[in-house]
């Protein structure tokens, strides 16, 4: 009965609770998209393949599909679909772990412990974990980011900015006393004389589902702002795949060659549209002299979106129009971004324009001076979706490649089974029509801030930059000497890649990494036993 490549179809009724991960990539030219069954019977074959690292992504693609297999459902209709791409990567604290080795950091991963059977594993499944788990002991990043290598973040105030983005994750209760537990944050020996408080929390009810709750927190003279990251399928679904590009009238000058993920965008002028006149009277009441904007993993996008959005609202040369903004920008307000794990976000679409081209790249500039984000080991999030064709392609691969290996537990990932199971009815549809038509998109997308890449909790940060096209530059005008982020290389995980990544993607500000201290309700299992 474990044997699941011999057992005969049937359904498998695939719960989307506690989905771990998204990989769906819709190709093909026509508008409909078939009805997914909520019944899918999925099987793995053993083929193996070597892809070479110069094989087009197209053949790798194609390989992928030949180590998987899906007997049609009678229910499903056409096969052909709309060309769209969705990548959805789960919330901060994921199920499984990674080996804690420096040296081979993400790359062994023991399977985690779970029944033996079939019907153990969907009884385990349908249950949900143990309410006896055991407790996960604490682990910090050991080294601490500088300033310099942050654009100007103060090292106290990132790890307050990742508590905060940690926080935004709670799931209950949904209001401003989630945040109450800021008061723990120790400030013996810091500039603040009180704990960072929340001051706004808007949960964006009833659409939580599809729209992030806001936090406005006041510490010292700064206020932070900060965005949930995905947290439900529906998040996935909606916002993370809105890879889609747009602009906005706070940089109009420069809107046609200036461009950035529409879906965050979209979170940015809903917050701060509607809550405008609250932060105004909150930073004149309170004093506050710098903004940061944060977030981990889709809240980390959105925050660098809401970088362009201040920059373009309080500069003269975008829109010499006169706000309050601008007054207080005169006045010395500063806004600077500090993301986690956040995807890129920003595209330069260069035109013929070539003196509106030199416009949009200087703005570029002056936003990413002020925003870092950070990138954990081999998280495949900070690479989407400028690097999605190449180190996010690897990840897949090993995914695919993994499943086999560990048939016996695949219903404890559901999630895996039918977002690889679509995957490779899709591959079937014309695939190979992607790299030449989404793939050449993606690959605009860049961080235009410093990317903050640590190997594992024990290394010391080291700063890399996206300057694929060239146009980011230093204070001086200089082309940055900075590594490029795509030396990051994804390593192969060889037991449980799904599990490596997700914790690989919480750890930041769940495990509690740069934050002070772990969220009680926000899951983050334990490395499993050898």
Excluded at 278 to 289: M, P, T, Y
Aim: aromatic residues 8%; proline residues 7%.
């Amino acid at each position: 009965m474990t044997n699941m490549r011999s057992s005969s179809p049937s359904s498998v009724v695939l719960g989307i609770r506690r989905i771990p991960i998204l990989l769906i990539l819709l190709c093909s030219s026509s508008s409909s998209i078939p009805r997914v069954s909520g019944s899918i019977h999925s099987t793995i074959t053993n083929h193996a393949a070597v892809v070479s690292s110069s094989m087009t992504t197209t053949r790798r693609m194609q390989m992928i599909g030949t180590r998987m297999t899906m007997p049609s459902s009678s229910s499903s209709s056409s096969s052909s679909v709309s060309p769209l791409l969705f990548l959805g990567i789960g919330r901060g604290g994921g199920s499984g772990a990674i080996n804690n080795d420096d040296e081979d950091y993400g790359t062994t991963t023991p399977p985690p412990k779970s029944p033996t059977t079939i019907f153990g594993r969907l009884k385990k499944w349908w249950k949900g974990k143990p309410k006896d788990k055991p407790e996960v002991p604490n682990e910090f990043i050991k080294h601490h980011p500088t300033a310099e290598q942050t654009n100007g973040i103060d090292p106290f105030f990132v790890r307050v900015c990742a508590q905060v983005a940690a926080d935004v994750y709670h799931k209950e209760p949904r209001d401003i006393s989630q945040f109450d537990d800021l008061a723990l944050i120790p400030i013996e020996g810091t500039v603040l004389k009180e704990p960072p408080k929340a001051v706004i929390y808007d949960s964006n009810a009833p659409f939580t589902v599809t729209n992030p709750p806001f936090v406005a927190v006041v510490a010292g003279d700064k206020l932070i702002l900060g965005w949930r990251g995905s947290q439900s399928v529906i998040d996935k679904i909606v916002r993370d795949t809105s890879v889609y590009m747009g602009s906005s009238s706070c940089w109009k000058n420069v809107a046609k060659v200036v461009k950035v993920h529409a879906g965050s965008l979209a979170e940015v002028e809903n917050s701060l549209v509607v809550h405008e006149a609250e932060l105004l009277k909150i930073i004149d009441d309170n004093k506050i002299k710098e903004i940061l904007l944060t977030g981990h993993s889709l809240g980390g996008g959105i925050a660098q979106v809401a970088q362009l959005w201040f920059q373009g609202t309080m500069d003269e040369e975008i829109d010499p129009t006169p706000n309050k903004w601008k007054k207080l920008a005169k006045e010395g307000l500063t806004v600077k971004c500090m993301s986690f794990e956040g995807m890129s976000t920003t595209v330069y679409a260069e035109s013929d324009d070539k003196e509106l081209n030199q416009k949009g790249i200087d703005f570029i500039n002056k936003c990413g001076a002020n925003m870092c984000t950070t990138a954990f080991s081999v998280d495949p999030v900070p690479m989407c979706n400028g690097h999605f064709p190449d180190f996010v392609m690897d990840f897949i691969e090993n995914v695919v490649d993994t499943l086999p290996n560990k048939a016996g537990n695949f219903i404890e990932y559901e999630g895996e089974v039918w977002a690889l199971g679509i995957v490779k009815r899709l591959i079937d549809n014309k695939l190979h029509d992607f790299e030449n038509t989404y793939f050449p998109i993606l690959r605009k997308y860049q961080h235009i801030g410093k990317v903050l890449h640590y190997a594992s909790p024990n290394a010391e940060p080291k700063v890399y930059i996206d300057n694929k096209n060239g146009i980011l530059v230093d204070k001086e005008g200089n082309k940055p000497s900075l590594p490029e982020m795509s030396e990051i290389k994804y390593e192969r995980n060889k037991k449980d890649p799904i599990a490596a990544m997700m914790w690989n993607h919480g750890f930041i500000t769940c495990g509690p990494g740069l934050a002070f201290y772990r969220v009680k309700n926000i899951p983050f299992d334990p490395y499993p036993s050898k």
